[in-house]
């Protein structure tokens, strides 16, 4: 019995391994279009830059992806892996391109909140709660943006309805507690080492999508 448990953990391994390298390389190669396609407009932050920004992505892109689906396809049993590895995958990508370029590209998003809802669906949980948290998440963020005059962009606040799809109130309000004090951490960090002025813009995305990463590993030892 020890032997079979082995043998089927190391396939799982060895599978999270490739799907890690395969997604990794994917990501890269999808992101590398979806710049190409806005270059010419102005929602890229640094679109000189894109190549120097981007050497270490599929490399800490893989890292990201194969400690996360790791701990997902231990854990977690068909039908419910199959969500969380569209969700967990699609987050990393979202992490890379806001901090690379600080920007949230819609195609990711939309699909990712259309699987969330698939996933509520299919799992019997309450549609309700999860459609009130992304109206409530959105229109929370939508405020804290006209508040901070742009602070806040569009593209955290569409992160925010999608990650409510997937969680529902409780679960998404611990991912703006997680993201909001790793962010104000970071950007206190970049303001004391100089690596930002005051009045530049910092990208928050990155914290709350790895927050939304981290509440749902968590949620495995939960509902698993």
Not at 66 to 81: E, N, Q, R, S, Y
Not at 201 to 209: E, L
Request: proline letters at 3%; aromatic letters at 16%; hydrophobic letters at 55%.
């Amino acid at each position: 019995m020890e032997l079979l448990n082995f043998s089927e953990t190391s396939k799982t391994y060895c599978t999270v391994f490739f799907l890690s390298l395969l997604f990794s390389f994917f990501g890269s190669y999808w992101i590398d279009l979806l710049y190409k396609k806005v270059q010419s407009s102005d929602l890229l932050s640094f679109p000189e830059h894109i190549t120097s920004r981007a050497r270490l992505r599929k490399p800490l892109l893989f890292v990201l992806l194969l400690l996360c689906l790791g701990k997902t396809w231990i854990t977690v049993t068909l039908p419910a892996l199959f969500y969380f590895t569209v969700a967990i995958t699609i987050l990393c990508y979202v992490t890379v391109t806001d901090f690379e370029q600080h920007v949230i590209f819609d195609s990711m998003l939309l699909p990712m909140a259309v699987f969330g809802i698939c996933y509520t669906l299919h799992m019997q949980l309450p549609l309700w709660e999860h459609f009130a948290a992304a109206f409530g998440g959105s229109l929370l963020f939508f405020i804290l943006s006209f508040l901070t005059k742009g602070a806040i962009g569009g593209g955290d606040i569409k992160l925010i309805a999608t990650i409510g799809f997937w969680m529902g109130w409780k679960s998404l309000l611990s991912v703006i507690l997680y993201g909001a004090i790793s962010g104000g951490i970071a950007a206190a960090f970049l303001l004391l080492t100089r690596q930002t002025k005051r009045k530049e813009y910092i990208a928050y995305g990155p914290y709350y999508a790895l927050s939304a990463i981290g509440v749902l590993l968590n949620l495995l030892r939960v509902l698993f």
